[in-house]
Nanobody, 123 residues
């Protein structure tokens, strides 16, 4: 089984910074894409940033230049550095990871989610 545990959320003033981390543990041979998503009540979960196994990144337009996603493969960890935070960044942030595996019946590429961490930007 694979588990994702996020950390680093909290309350921050507008213009402040936070760094989210997500540790992937369990039966892991490798991790493909990793990413961060966020969700506010009443709205769909939205992509914030993703990073491939070879380091290619993608960001939603509203966070470009303010957020930075990175990964430490030796530690099975992905980070999200968030600078110049705005009230509209307030949400529950979820970590996602694609962890492939093979069994006698075939090979699969499921993705997994963390439980989420609250980020609140408010004065």
């Amino acid at each position: 089984q694979v588990q994702l545990v996020e950390s680093g959320g909290g309350l921050v003033q507008p213009g402040g910074s936070l760094r989210l981390s997500c540790l992937v543990s369990g039966n892991i041979s490798r991790i493909n894409d990793m990413g961060w998503y966020r969700q506010v009540p009443g709205k769909q979960r939205e992509l914030v940033a993703t990073i491939t196994s070879d380091g290619r990144t993608k960001y939603r337009d509203s966070v470009k230049g303010r957020f930075t996603i990175s990964r430490e493969d030796a530690k099975n960890t992905v980070h999200l550095r968030m600078d110049s935070l705005k009230p509209e960044d307030t949400a529950v942030y979820y970590c996602n990871a694609e962890v492939p595996y093979c069994a006698h019946y075939g090979c699969y590429n499921p993705d997994y989610w963390g439980q989420g961490t609250q980020v609140t930007v408010s004065s």
